[in-house]
């Protein structure tokens, strides 16, 4: 991973940014800076993935102003860089796992989920297709205000609602503690709030969680065994009866 540092010393308009905090991130390299007093986001991209940047920009441009995303500055096609509005705020997945949050509270945060969900399928929906946020993940979402925000954006694509879902239940699934019955009960009260909200259906959710959970494997290698035995478990008795088949 590159350090934004490289960035800020080489490209001349970006000297007088003042890097406040890297982010981990799997591909590009993220900050939080502060651009002439005012605090912003630089997602430093790799050379080949460009159209993901293309990608990130179009649905910020796009969606800023009706949906809780960033806004975004500027596209340096240069540099392979977006600059986007800082959301300060608490990641969902670090509020989601602190043992000393109430269930009730984070059963709140999880409806929360899957209204912004809703609004973004809603937002995207044309009469043939649904665009997905992508990369669904607890991380890639800040509470903010008692608002949830989303991030991230670069995988967004055309498909079915019930994969961003699944995705977020995998989320919810398999970061520590991983598979605890909790977590089923959010996943649950997940799904049951984006159903009650969405004007379509979302069908066989648990075939789409169990594959998720294979995907998740290949970030995952070392959980493979656990991942593998949840797949198949939600996939032949559903979500509710492995809940409580431990």
């Known amino acids: 991973m590159r350090d934004i540092q490289e960035l800020i010393k080489n490209v001349e308009k970006y000297k007088t940014m003042l890097v406040q905090r890297s982010f981990k991130s799997k591909k590009n390299t993220v900050a939080y800076v502060v651009s002439n007093g005012q605090p912003r986001i630089l ?14 920009y179009n649905v910020l441009k796009i969606g800023f102003s009706d949906l809780a995303i960033p806004s975004p500055f500027e596209k340096d096609t240069e540099n392979n860089v977006l600059v986007m509005s800082y959301i300060m705020g608490e990641n969902v997945c670090d509020f989601i796992n602190n043992p000393a949050t109430a269930l009730e509270e984070k059963k709140k945060v999880v409806c929360l989920l ?56 995998v989320s919810l699934l398999s970061t520590d503690p991983m598979f605890i019955d909790e977590k089923f009960q959010l996943c649950q009260t997940f799904l049951d709030a984006y159903r009650k909200s969405a004007k379509w259906d979302i069908e066989n959710s648990n075939a789409e969680i169990s594959y998720a959970l294979l995907e998740r494997i290949q970030w995952r290698p070392k959980d493979e065994e656990l991942l593998r035995k949840y797949a198949t478990r939600i996939k032949d008795k559903g979500l509710q009866v492995a809940r409580h088949n431990f």
Not at 43 to 56: A, C, S, T
Not at 147 to 154: A, K, L, Q, S, T
Request: hydrophobic share 40%; aromatic share 14%; with cysteine.
């Open 43 to 56: 997602k430093w991209f790799v050379p080949g993935l460009k159209q993901n940047m293309d990608i990130e």
């Open 114 to 169: 899957a209204d912004w969900f809703v609004h973004f399928h809603t937002f995207f929906k044309n009469e043939d297709e649904i665009r997905l946020r992508g990369d669904a993940t607890l991380k890639n979402f800040i509470l903010s205000r008692g608002r949830i925000y989303g991030v991230d954006f670069e995988e967004s694509r055309i498909g079915r609602p019930g994969a961003d879902c699944a995705t977020l239940c």
